[in-house]
């Protein structure tokens, strides 16, 4: 019996003809995201979020710092604010738009520049292995070895608070579980046949990485930096919370919810409100990040 | 299996060492020494030389590494700057009080989270699905701080049924009275564990409900919740090591619900330690907890292999 009566092995025009008819990737992974009602709802509320929050000039009724003693904590629909007041006066949705900008800006920052760092070091890693793959990944145990708020905690409470001390905290928490799924999935395609045939017919290690590692990595990055920027926003907004973050009169919501703390007493629906926001975004990311997944079948 | 334990343990000793050294470069680049924060600036710079060269702060850096890494291993956490107490007492009994929801709250989460889990694998595409899922999505991305004020708002502010803050009396609680004080903080608490491990089981559920194994029950007749039990059986490992390292962060990040409901646990004293700018309270603080989490990782490491036999490569 020869191989081809046990195997179905399909002739090289007949793969040639497929190849052609067939799609690439991306354009199923296309597909398959505006086949998903859910995800795309959610891509279009996120949309919608992150434009008013950009354009937030466009849509504040009030200036975002104007306070007045005599609007203090009104509820929603007093005089003009239709969403109430904060502790000093200042309008709530004016400020929710203006404080969205440094509240998605710490989400995306700093998981973007662990992408940057870590993606890197992950291919480094991986593709190299050897001595470079145990120097790499050992450091990255280390921080490893701290729960993600305590490290981020531990940089901005002895560095001090600010806008760049949060992004700089945040981004080297995300690093190593950036790195680790960069080494992974490179480490597992390096070997693959496709590689070695590439390397057989003389391609360089920086057109290896560019053209067949860097698309295998790509995708299970992409769905976990999704899912990062959503615990980026949550734990930014907990680090202004504590006072280490952005630092007053700045609006941010994790400090505009610190403000309101003491507010739940006298109106909790006001107070209440920033950490909705928070809620809200941080939701719609971590479902994008499931439809991502879904969609371009990754496993993580 | 020892051979398996001891290179694990083995293998958290150059991790340590690279902690305590992330900890000591941070609490050099902190602004100023000790020196400047216990001193008023226009004290005479005999003054703080004096001080500089009492603890050490004149040597290099090198050497205030080993000098400090010493002090931590033997024990001697230091002494507070602001207080002037030792550490070690101070960290002990907050740890303490941190335990007393932490461990509530990982066991609440864990239970809630593999029933919410193995529900909705079970009935995978119905809206009972949809909702429990919707539930285990929501947990990972709620802002636990926010919920701690929403539920404080509630119980405390408008039904009066629950106190909102403190810990009430020092000691193990048995009263109602007495437990009255744990459950908004470990609800709180318990909201993240219990999303991440009802993801989790999950997924695992449903990749373990296509393996030939369970085709193979099916096949002998088996109804379909015995054949969840056995599936279960499979997916336990990962849900609790998932659950241990699940503890770890809840010690370690348990500082934002602490400031939330004034608990007075080692995220409070971290909070306290970074405003009074307290070098060795903060760092110790830091370095304890890391090493708990470390040691965790091992006992988690160690009971999957327990389970587990193909773990012990």
């Known amino acids: ?42 891509m279009i509320l996120l949309a919608c979020i992150v434009f008013m929050v950009v354009a937030a000039p466009l849509f504040a009724t009030h200036d975002p710092s104007a306070s007045s003693v005599f609007a203090r904590l009104k509820s929603p629909g007093y005089k003009g604010h239709w969403l109430g007041t904060d502790e000093v006066g200042r309008d709530l949705w004016s400020r929710i738009l ?40 050992r450091s990255m145990d280390v921080l490893y ?11 901005c409470g002895m560095l001090g608070s600010g806008l760049g001390n949060t992004i700089l905290a945040l981004t080297v928490t995300f690093i ?48 976990y930096a999704t899912s990062l920027i959503s615990i980026s926003i949550i734990l930014a907004a907990g680090l202004s919370f504590l006072g280490l973050g952005v630092t007053p009169p700045d609006a941010e919501w994790g400090l505009m919810l610190n403000n309101l703390r003491q507010a739940i007493w006298v109106n909790p629906l006001v107070a209440a409100l920033p950490g909705a926001m928070i809620f809200i975004t941080s939701m719609c990311f971590n479902l994008v990040s499931d439809g991502l997944r879904t969609a371009m079948d990754v496993r993580i | 299996m020892w051979f398996f334990v001891a290179r694990r343990i083995l293998y958290a000793v150059p991790i ?27 004290a005479p710079k005999e003054v703080a030389d004096m001080i500089r060269a009492r603890f050490g702060l004149d040597q290099p850096m090198h050497i205030q590494y080993l000098r400090w890494l010493q002090a931590m291993a033997s024990g001697d956490l230091g002494t507070s700057i602001f207080t002037n107490q030792p550490v070690a007492q101070e960290l002990f009994s907050a740890l303490g009080n941190t335990f007393k929801i932490a461990l509530p709250a990982v066991f609440l989460g864990f239970s809630l989270g593999v029933l919410l889990g193995a ?53 193990f609680p048995s009263s109602w009275e007495h437990i009255k004080h744990y459950v908004l903080p470990v609800i709180t608490l318990s909201l993240i564990p219990m999303g991440i491990i009802s993801r989790l089981v999950r997924a695992n559920v449903l990749e373990i409900r296509s393996m030939e194994f369970v085709t193979a029950l099916q096949a002998k007749g088996l109804k379909g919740r015995r054949v969840l039990l056995h599936i279960m059986k499979n997916a336990a490992p990962s849900a609790l090591a998932l659950m241990g390292l699940q503890f770890g962060y ?11 409901f004034n608990w007075p646990g080692s995220g409070s004293l971290l909070n306290l330690a970074i405003f009074r700018r307290d070098i060795p309270v903060l760092s110790a603080t830091i370095l304890v907890l890391a090493t708990i989490f470390v040691v965790i990782n091992i006992v988690v490491d160690v009971l999957q292999a327990l389970i587990d036999p193909r773990i012990r490569r």
């Open chain 1, 1 to 42: 019996m020869s191989l081809q009566d046990t195997i179905a092995v399909p002739s090289a025009a007949d793969a040639v003809r497929r190849a052609e008819a067939g799609k690439g990737y991306w354009t199923r992974v296309r597909e398959r995201l505006l086949a998903d009602r859910v995800t795309l709802t959610v």
């Open chain 1, 98 to 137: 203006y404080g969205g900008r440094l509240s998605l800006l710490c989400g995306v920052a700093p998981v973007t520049l662990a992408v940057l760092i870590g993606g890197s070091l992950g291919l480094v890693a991986g593709y190299s292995g050897g001595i470079v793959n145990s120097l790499i990944m």
């Open chain 1, 145 to 155: 070895a701290f729960p993600s708020i305590l490290l981020a905690i531990a940089i």
């Open chain 1, 176 to 223: 190593p579980p950036v790195v680790r799924i960069a080494e992974t999935v490179t480490t597992q395609v390096r070997s693959a046949e496709f590689v070695e045939a590439a390397r057989a017919s003389g391609a360089r290690p920086i057109s290896i990485i560019r053209f067949h590692i860097l698309n295998n990595v790509l995708g299970p990055i992409l769905v």
């Open chain 2, 16 to 42: 340590l060492l690279g902690v305590s050294l992330v900890v000591f470069v941070l609490m050099k680049m902190v602004p100023g020494d000790a020196a400047d924060i216990m001193i008023p600036p226009e």
């Open chain 2, 119 to 171: 529900l909705a694998a079970y009935y995978n595409g119905t809206w009972l699905d949809k909702l429990f899922s919707g539930v285990a999505i929501a947990g990972v991305s709620l802002p636990h701080y926010w919920v701690g004020m929403v539920m404080v708002a509630i119980f405390a502010v408008v039904l009066n049924i629950l106190p909102g803050q403190g810990m009430g009396p020092e000691g």
């Open chain 2, 250 to 260: 809840l010690l370690g990040g348990s500082i934002l619900v602490e400031t939330v």
